[in-house]
């Protein structure tokens, strides 16, 4: 299992940035998926999840209607959409299949 992602960087605050998760080494139409952050010095928060289908994105409060989650099951890529950016969304993103495999993070820095 191989997860990578991409797209972070500074950002102004209410800027938008999309992040992308390319994964390879399982089928990945077959799992749901997740985008995890963490912010320096603190733990992991859980910020979005998408079902294999597409169906059931799911958000954490803070970022309810600022953030969009989608995949492309044909070539196999996870996005997260981040639109009106905080200094308080920054972090490091990474993407993850179950929790177990995880990516190698990607640093989203909303600039005050």
């Known amino acids: 299992v191989q997860l990578v992602e991409s797209g972070g960087g500074l950002v102004q605050p209410g800027g938008s940035r999309r992040l992308s998760c390319a994964a390879s080494?399982?089928?990945?139409?077959?799992?749901?998926m997740s985008w995890v952050r963490q912010v320096a010095g603190k733990g992991f928060e859980w910020v979005s999840s998408i079902d294999k289908g597409s169906v059931t994105p799911l958000y954490v409060d803070s970022v309810k209607g600022r953030f969009t989650i989608s995949r492309d099951n044909a070539k196999n890529m996870l996005y997260l959409q981040m639109n009106s950016l905080q200094p308080e969304d920054t972090a490091v993103y990474y993407c993850?299949?179950?929790?177990?495999?995880w990516g190698q993070g990607t640093q989203v820095t909303g600039s005050s």
């Open positions: 993850t299949k179950d929790r177990v495999h």
């Open positions: 080494g399982f089928t990945f139409r077959t799992y749901g």
